[in-house]
């Protein structure tokens, strides 16, 4: 499996680290209720299809990256810094 | 012995002999022989015996699909098992042996298997081994268990090296057959990196084993020159004797290079096989066509094989498999065989050809409309049955027999991700389908592009599709004959079994029994009979077996499909997988600064995460571990200790949030910590448990240095740049983990502070330097260094670092300059019996399952703020009153033992779940107090202090009872630590 850093190139799968779906992003703010919290840490679809996820280029540039592939072909169709989403 | 069966031509070195031998008795051969064609052309057919029913057999083939030749090479540490014989490169010195026979490969006690075959049909043993249900693990599993398998292994460690390598390139071409030449000149002529890897030790594919001309030049010849000049090109590498075993993901091929296979030992410094993994973004699978056999009864004995083996054991190794030899066709390929033998001088007897009409070879008995229904020759054949068009039955004395069914694209690595292939009709065989791995075009006969001429096009036309070129080089002429093939799978006569699947002895009668059971579907086929699912992966039996249950349930073959492959192509040891990753390399691990001082005094080294660290120093005359570890423990209560510490994690964190993200991070406050102090810190995870725990200091307004534990100094690193991009990326903060930069040393005792005041430069008195004191000192005139005043034992204790290079120096400077202390050096079991003395948390306690509120640090937890795993932290079911507590324990005995891992019951309780009151999580001897200590999770322990209980271990047969106490069980009071 490769992926292509938006900073460092393509990349061999090895170098990053999976964490899990892009919901991680949204963290529920001050105040939620538990079940909101519940379903940011524990409730996820099983797509088979495009999925969106958080990886992390550890063994590279240390940034965060949300990779859209798809589970049943495999194909990454995109990487972008989690970084560059926030501004 | 003499090589009764060679004959003139090949490709083989007649001025060199190799001398080998197959089961014990010697043999000679040529360089450029396998291990195959050197025993046939010795005359032995006779090379195996077959799995199930121990039938003997020889090779079918001339490659690497080979079901039954497998046999085992070396002896000793090397003994190698399941090795086809067909693919084995022979060498001077080969020693051989066949298998899955007992006494002899002539006689097999085992072989009555064959005469009972009735019992042993598809099903056998999920039908027989059923019950009693108790008898499978004792009596049958292990009956079965010694009766299966062919090879045994050496039980030896294996001597060679396997390595794992990476390679990029434009464009890789599998199989240097015709299309796989072609398109590799194509490519290398236009400046792309290529590479072309083939798993023979000899490129050209099917040109080395055909009598064709490619231009002006033999087969054999053109292949040999355009190799010669792909080699003199830069941009392209040649591999041989490399198989192309998968196709993965996003343009990654593995590759299996066996280096050294083809010499008696590996050339000192050479890896056996290397396991290569290739980067491409195109890629052309010309791997070839594999021939089928025809199912007929008794169509396995030695001397059965493949026509197309048969013609190039004789055109490219100049062996005649038998003295009279007959073929058997469906198809003009199998003619081919007849005239080339025939050419060759073999008496070419007979050729049967299913077919009733086309052209009939001159000078050769050819029998149109004809089909073999049996033959005879237990050991090597004898005779074949052949039952002529008129329908008159007669016996032909032969001792080879050449099958002919028609060819099977090597489709395999394009349905590596699943692409099914789909059957073409002319060519009555699976052509690679739709939705193959991006980027891999199929070339040659993979194609189903047949013929010579058809190979050389399809390649070059690959090559320029793949890399975009404008025009290729000029085709060389080849021969285009067409394929005239009239379907014959299976020949319906008699009563006898005709074998399909010959490594797993799948028989006609085991297909038909699936279809009388209803698995008809070829998954279902395949998992009920075992068809195809040998190591061979059914390379020349699969299409049969599913064109027969085509014809018994009366479908086509389209309609019944066939089943795809997956990797490897062909079998793969497993050193080669593993690569250096054995004993000590099998993952790598981390020194630490005092390492080589630390071996210089003899200490005992223990794996922590992925460092090796100092876990006791013995001294002359100590002989029990915990000799020393006592004494390391007095010692430092008593004067001083040093401990390297360097394995923490060590996390720098600025920027004007730094505080503030700290607070989000962490369940208690840092934004309130004075510049120069360092403070205890609890991390959550956002669940609420407690994920890791360590001091973090300020080092300046907007600087802060955090340690982690050991275990979790990557994690907890992912974790804050986890918080930092993604969930608060608006805050000014900045993150790099400087673990591997400083050398870190607990100075540990009552001396602690006089002993380093012999190094720092700097007053470091008790009022210039009190509890919990952070700054950057300098120490021995002038080297940078951090001081922390923190301890984890208890003591009056520092943690000093300095950049790690200078870490063994600063050991052996303390040591020297504060000698008058006698300071000793401690390792991490005496670390952890200070740190059970004191009830510290680590990694017994900190499990991943406790919360702050279990470890007795609930209060940490600010609730004014919002951080981490606040909230959840909260939840009903991490809040539990009488939920578990971290107590103390010590045994009402002081001789008695504890155990880490025992549980808490009440007194005259039964030891059963309900009764389980909690868990020991660390237990030490501490030499203070005299006796065990342990700390532990007991249900509501904080209101049982001062209570007995019992700890029970069943698997220890411990019950024991205990007091439970404050887990602060060494100066409660901290006055130590204040000195």
Known sequence: MRLTCPLCGERDRREFYYYGAEDYLHRPSEGAPLSEWDSYLHLRDNVAGVVRDLWYHEAGCAQWLVVTRNTVTHEISGVELVAERAK | MTQSHRIAGGQIDRTKTLRFSFDGLPYQGHPGDTLASALLANGVRLMGRSFKYHRPRGPISAGSEEPNALVELRTGARQEPNTRATVAELFDGLEAKSQNRWPSLRFDAMGINDRLSTFFAAGFYYKTFMWPKSFWEKLYEPIIRRAAGLGSVTREEDPDAYDKGFLHCDLLVIGAGPAGLMAALTAGRAGKRVILADEDFRMGGRLNAETFTVGHATGADWAAATVAELATLPNVRLMTRTTVIGAFDHGIYGAVERVSDHLPTPAKGKPRQILWRIYTHRAILAGGATERPIAFENNDRPGIMLSGALRAYANRWGVKVGERVAVFTNNDDGLRTAKDLQAKGVDVVAVIDSRQAGELLPGIRHLQGAEVIDTTGRLGLKSITVRQANGRSEIIAVDALGLSGGWNPNVNIHSHHRSRPVYDAGITAFVPGRDGPPGLLVAGAAAGQMSTHAALKTGLDAAVAALEL??????????????????????????????????????????????????????????????????????????????????????????????????????????????????????????????????????????????????????????????????????????????????????????????????????????????????????????????????????????????????????????????????????????????????????????????????????????????????????????????????????????????????????????????????????????????????????????????????????????????????????????????????????????????????????????????????????????????????????????????????????????????????????????????
Not at chain 2, 634 to 649: E, H, K, M, P, Y
Not at chain 2, 881 to 891: A, D, F, I, S
Not at chain 2, 917 to 943: E, M, N, Q
Request: aromatic content about 8%; hydrophobic content about 35%; charged content about 25%.
């Open chain 2, 470 to 979: 404008s025009i290729g080089p000029d085709l060389p002429e080849a021969e285009d004959a067409p394929i005239r093939i009239t379907p014959l799978w299976h020949v319906a006569h008699g009563k006898g079994r005709a074998w399909i699947d010959q490594q797993n002895d799948v028989t006609d009668k085991d297909v038909k029994l699936a279809k009388q059971e209803n698995f008809t579907s070829v998954e279902h086929l395949k998992r009920y009979t075992t068809l195809g699912m040998a190591t061979d992966q059914g390379k020349t039996g699969n299409v049969i077996g599913l064109a027969i249950m085509a014809e018994l349930t009366g479908r086509s073959i389209p309609e019944t499909g066939t089943t795809i492959y997956r990797p490897p192509y062909t079998p793969v040891a497993l050193g080669v997988l593993a690569g250096r990753s054995r004993g000590k390399e099998f993952r790598p691990y981390r020194l630490t600064p005092s390492h080589h001082w630390a071996r210089e005094q003899g200490a005992v080294f223990v794996e922590v995460g992925n460092w090796l660290r100092t876990q006791w120093i013995p001294k002359p005359g100590e002989t029990e571990w915990r000799q020393s570890v006592d004494r390391e423990v007095l010692a430092t209560r008593r004067s001083v200790g040093i401990c390297d510490v360097t394995t923490l994690g060590k996390i720098d964190i600025q920027g004007t949030d730094a505080g503030a993200f700290l607070d989000r991070i962490y369940a208690n406050t840092f934004s309130t910590l004075p510049v120069g102090k360092c403070r205890y810190g609890l991390m959550l995870r956002e669940d609420g448990i407690v994920f890791d725990d360590g001091t973090t200091a300020r080092m300046g307004e907007h600087e802060y240095v955090m340690t982690t534990t050991t275990a979790n100094a990557v994690t907890v690193f992912r974790h804050l740049e986890f918080c930092r991009q993604c969930l608060w990326p608006e805050m000014d903060v900045q993150l790099i983990s400087t673990t591997e930069a400083w050398a870190q040393f607990s100075v540990a005792g009552p001396n602690a502070r006089k002993l380093l005041e012999k190094v720092v430069d700097q007053d470091i008195s008790d009022a210039a330097f009190p509890y919990m004191a952070a700054g950057n000192i300098t120490v021995c005139g002038g080297l940078r260094a951090r001081l922390f005043r923190i301890s984890f034992s208890g003591e009056l204790a520092y943690e000093i670092a300095v950049p790690t290079r200078y870490g063994d120096a600063l050991l052996r400077e303390m040591l020297a300059r504060g000698a008058e202390y006698d300071p000793i050096v401690y390792g991490t079991e005496a670390l952890g019996v200070m740190r059970v003395e004191k009830g510290h948390v680590a990694g017994g306690e900190l499990n991943g399952q406790s919360t702050a509120l279990n470890m007795g640090l609930g209060r940490m937890v600010s609730k004014k703020k919002d951080s981490i795993g606040m909230v959840l932290s909260q939840r009903e079911g991490l809040t539990d009153e009488n939920g578990y507590r971290l107590v103390g324990v010590k045994p009402v005995d002081p001789n008695a033992k504890l155990t880490a891992g025992s549980h808490f019951l009440e007194k005259g309780a039964a030891p059963v779940a309900a009764n389980d009151g909690g868990w020991l999580t660390s237990k030490v001897y501490s030499p203070h107090l005299g006796h065990d200590i342990a700390l532990g999770y007991l249900k509501a322990g904080d209101k049982k202090i001062g209570q007995r209980m019992r700890i029970v271990n069943l698997l220890a047969g411990l019950d024991t009872e205990v007091e439970i106490i404050s887990p602060h069980m060494f100066d409660p009071e901290g006055e130590r630590l204040r000195g």
